[in-house]
């Protein structure tokens, strides 16, 4: 992606939780091979007391024709749970309306004629920002992958999808009366539009030292399995229901748990041949199955944690075997499991008893809002167990 992106002239962009998948260390080493400038703005890293991957709080870009460009970057707090290799007591967060209002009079008062939050937020925290902190003039956010433009009083919130399939072109007019004007204009990434021949051979380099492995059909599939966001994030699937049966055949646990988020092909794989390039599209990140000692109330806590946000598509939604729940997803959360539903391994749960869990080592430290995992008895170190890859294609 260095490569890529430098080729694609990124000039400023805010870390994602994705970018410390392999590490803080591996984060900032990228970052500093980039030409691009990275932010991150309300995050310190207690280790290093530095912004977390030495991230930017704020920039300023001149245009020729002499306008400044204000730019700082922020997350939201939930964003440390989505942190797979940091630990969260590692960080010290600062809230984003807090620190974006400090951020935003030092950019105003350094000159910035014009002033953009990059922001990895979900929707609700990005509305509260732009409604709270006046000195921001437009939001560009990420996180929610839907692309969508809303106006908060008179500041834009615009979030321009995911996964190269669609960007936004902006054409900022500041006018005399000190009013700013903006012009939106929405790109999807289609095959109708013609391949840039730079970037076509670079992909070309990367991809063919790739294509004969990837091409490898590894088993055969008599089913379709749908990995989009909107399905795997919302109800039991057979993606889901495939993944966590074959965790539950290997490690014998009673019950597996896996949050949703695991899945990140957002597409839907037909049946018949099922290649490499299909298992490492479906589950890309480098993450160790483990087992751990979970008594029934925890057990329940965990499902009541995985819908506590539905309808919201969130990555804490679980994917389960060897247990059967129903829930009421208009019950306020913290309350919507139907606790006389739940069944493990096909007798009702006991909150006394202590049974055993697969999941992720990401799920066991926690992460995702899973707190109350971390505090279990673990079986299997989180550090030296299989990747949850090589488990689904050593069983297919």
């Known amino acids: 992606m260095i490569e ?22 591996h984060a900032t080493t990228c970052v500093s091979k980039m030409s691009s400038k990275w932010l991150l703005g309300n995050v310190i890293d207690k280790l290093t007391q530095r912004n977390l991957g030495d991230g930017l709080s704020k920039l300023i870009i001149e245009r ?44 105003r008062a350094d000159g910035a004629d014009f002033v953009i939050a990059l922001t990895h937020m979900r929707w609700p925290n990005d509305i509260r920002l732009a409604r709270l902190v006046p000195d921001i003039d437009l939001i560009l956010g990420g996180h929610d992958h839907e692309y969508a433009v809303k106006e908060v009083d008179e500041c834009l919130v615009i979030k321009s999808g995911s996964d190269f399939r669609n960007f936004s072109s902006l054409d900022v007019f500041l006018r005399d009366d000190g009013c700013v004007d903006v012009k939106i204009s929405r790109y999807d990434v289609t095959m109708d539009i013609a391949e840039d021949p730079v970037m076509t051979n670079l992909v070309n380099r990367y991809t063919s030292v790739l294509e004969k492995s990837l091409e490898k059909c590894i088993g055969v599939m008599h089913t379709k399995l749908d990995g989009r ?30 949050n949703s988020g695991t899945f990140r092909s957002d597409g839907v794989h037909t049946s018949g041949d099922f290649r490499l390039h299909d298992l490492m599209t479906i589950l890309p990140i480098n993450d160790c199955v483990v087992s751990i000692v979970v008594t029934g109330a925890q057990l329940l806590e965990a499902l009541e944690n995985g819908v506590g946000v ?9 994917q389960v075997s060897g247990v059967t ?29 202590r049974y055993t869990m697969a999941t992720k080592a990401y799920v066991a430290r926690g992460k995702d809002g899973y707190s109350g995992l971390s505090k279990c008895q673990i079986l299997t170190d989180p550090d030296s167990g299989p990747l949850l890859s090589t488990v689904v294609r050593n069983h297919i």
């Open 325 to 353: 729940f129903g829930f009421n997803p208009g019950a306020k959360p913290g309350c919507r499991v139907i606790q006389e539903t739940v069944r493990v391994q096909g007798k009702p749960l006991d909150l006394e008893r």
């Open 310 to 318: 539905v309808p919201k598509y969130e990555g804490r939604f679980p």
């Open 64 to 107: 020729k024709n002499g306008i400044k460009i204000g730019l700082l970057g922020l997350v939201e707090e939930e964003w440390l749970d989505t942190l797979a290799t940091v630990n969260k007591s590692d960080l010290d967060f600062q809230d984003y309306v807090d620190r974006g209002r400090e951020l935003a009079a030092e950019l």
């Open 4 to 25: 890529i992106l430098d080729t694609l002239g990124v000039d400023v962009a805010v870390f994602g939780n994705h970018e410390f998948d392999f590490g803080v260390e």
């Open 229 to 258: 966001f909107k399905m795997v994030r919302s109800r039991e699937t057979e993606l889901g229901n495939f993944v966590a049966d074959i965790m539950a055949s290997v490690t014998r646990a009673d019950v597996v748990l896996i």
